[in-house]
């Protein structure tokens, strides 16, 4: 036997993978929280919104689960599935991909 018991077996496997583990959870949380932001602001299928009211929100743009690259080269963002788009003037279109 390598460990005493079930938790001397967890409590090691948790000390160890502890730095990755807050990474995940960390970036996770990043997500969560994005995703529910542009849920809360776009409640129908497409929408425009400011940057200000995004960060206002506290909306973090260096964390989204995908980009697509249109045939005419707009750039979405995607959180899951919802995205967005940068438009002029600082505002941004919100969709929700089905």
Same mark, same amino acid.
């Given at each position: 036997?390598?460990?005493? @018991? !079930?938790?001397? &077996?967890? @409590?090691?496997?948790?000390?160890?993978?502890? !730095? @990755?583990?807050? =990474? $995940?959870?960390?970036?996770?949380? &990043? *997500?969560?929280?994005?995703?529910? $932001?542009?849920?809360? *602001?776009?409640? !129908?299928?497409?929408?425009?919104?400011? &940057?200000?009211?995004? %960060?206002?929100?506290?909306?973090?743009?260096?964390?989204?689960? @995908? %980009? +697509? %690259?249109?045939?005419?080269?707009?750039?979405? +963002? +995607? %959180?899951?599935?919802?995205?967005? =788009?940068? =438009? !002029?003037?600082?505002?941004? =279109? *919100? $969709?929700?991909?089905?």
């Amino acid at each position: 036997k390598k460990f005493c @018991s !079930d938790a001397c &077996r967890n @409590s090691y496997n948790n000390r160890v993978n502890k !730095d @990755s583990k807050n =990474l $995940i959870r960390n970036t996770n949380n &990043r *997500l969560r929280k994005n995703y529910r $932001i542009l849920e809360a *602001l776009n409640p !129908d299928q497409k929408t425009k919104t400011s &940057r200000a009211k995004l %960060i206002e929100k506290g909306f973090d743009f260096n964390y989204f689960t @995908s %980009i +697509y %690259i249109t045939k005419t080269g707009n750039t979405y +963002y +995607y %959180i899951y599935n919802q995205g967005y =788009l940068a =438009l !002029d003037n600082n505002f941004y =279109l *919100l $969709i929700k991909k089905e």
